[in-house]
């Protein structure tokens, strides 16, 4: 496809491709390696438990997803040893979400996935181009914050 072309496709189109691109070979990688009873989103709170041990709150703002439908993912992922859950210490009313072993192997496996096709594409367009394409997604997200 010609470059012209590429101005004719919405953004929001090339944005939804990309994630494929990146969703289904995190899939394919976390299968591949026995991790296949990952549900939807799962692989998004295990990454960012792993990254900044975000607290569980902000994880589900950001999945924009009910109180309800988050708490049965969590539910989920604990009960297929992804995650460990424990009464915070300092505060008994709230719980304390944690990676288990298996849960930061399959963050791993999809963090070596990510950063295999970030390689790749660094390679295809060249540092500076990427740097522009994270600048402008982050503009974007930035719109939202606003």
């Known amino acids: 496809m010609y470059e ?10 090339l944005l939804r491709a990309a994630r494929k691109v990146y969703g289904g070979a995190i899939r394919t990688a976390l299968v591949k390696a026995g991790y296949d009873d990952i549900p939807k989103n799962g692989i998004f709170v295990l990454g960012a438990v792993a990254r900044s041990g975000a607290p ?5 703002q950001h999945l924009g997803m009910s109180k309800q439908a988050a ?14 859950r424990e009464v915070d210490e300092q ?17 791993q496996v999809s963090r070596a996935t990510v950063e295999r096709i970030d390689a790749a594409l660094l390679k295809h367009v060249g540092r500076e181009r990427l740097a522009h394409t994270r600048a402008t997604l982050l503009a974007l997200i930035d719109l939202e914050q606003r």
């Open 4 to 13: 012209h072309e590429y101005e004719e496709i919405v953004l929001p189109a």
């Open 56 to 60: 569980l709150r902000g994880i589900i």
């Open 71 to 84: 708490g049965q993912l969590v539910d989920t992922l604990v009960a297929r040893g992804y995650l460990d």
């Open 91 to 107: 505060d008994r009313r709230r719980l304390t979400i944690t990676l288990s072993e298996r849960g930061r192997a399959a963050a």
